[in-house]
């Protein structure tokens, strides 16, 4: 935060901050309610408000769907022969995706809806190609990890980086990464 | 997703399915670029475009102030004594409040906002908290952690729960987390 930001208390600056911050808050609260409804919907798209209550059965849910169309994986991940080859080269492919543009915009759209459609799937999705490495390590009677440690340890801070500090995660400290998860879960 | 969201390509709920979901992103990306400009921000505010432009440079930065106003810190971390306690206490604290009501808002808010203005003040609003709890085990000449540790093996994961599956982490889940984390990277 700049100085410019925090002017002194009482003043023709702070009631400019004042002013200007209330104009956003009401606008993107009033933009908020009238973006999207329903019925908006429906008459953009020709067809009756109750098809889409029937179909959908709420707005979120609706709108779940669209901004996770792009993120239901296409194929399993490769089989690389063992499980830290698995997960490095499925991980390496995932941050790439979700670091791109369009990957963060749809990002931005799922975290950035109410409730917990979006997320959720978002997070089902994510296990559900975990759950299909670590199994594969199971059948090959390596030594695995569980589908939770891999979202705790290697998947949560390599996200929480890309979202907070806008840094990707380069290959080597991905593999680093899940080279230590692997040694310290033995 | 459930079979509903599935339909048959080419059939009528096909042709629905298309509609609808192009009908919601037309009015998304109009609303995206109609909703909040300087000048209507200034409008409302009874305030002249340059002086937006003079103290916050541009619109990203004015929204992430708005954005983080709240997430600012009012105080530094609490000292009971031990890194242990210092850690669990303060993030039992953070956690709580980014589960709430408003807590959730902002940070859909924050995340929801194109570019890396609110993201990177919220990580150095969290890191700065982090640092005066590491930096007092340091004086106290306890064995204390990097704030990159913390962030990466304690925030992160707490993170990504809260943010993906909806679920606020307990007291003893928090406090297990932070104890195999010390013990860890001993």
Redo the contacts between chains.
Sequence with gaps: ?ND??APRPGGRSAR??T??????????KK?EH???TVP???A????NPT??YR??GTLDS??A??AL?RM?PEQIPEDFGNLHDDLANWMEAFIDEMASDPG?AM???V????G?AC?????NY?RQQIEVITKRADDRREKSLAVDEV???I???L???M????ETSKEKEIESLIRTTIS?TE
């Design positions: 935060m410019k930001t400019v901050q002013a200007v911050h209330s104009a956003v808050r009401e606008i993107q933009f009238e973006r999207l908006s919907i429906a953009r798209a020709g067809v098809t889409i179909r959908w609706l709108l769907d669209v169309e239901q963060r990002l931005r759209e975290l950035g809806t109410q917990h997320t959720g799937k978002c997070d994510i979202v705790q340890f998947v949560a801070p996200m929480y980086r979202l907070f500090s806008d310290n």
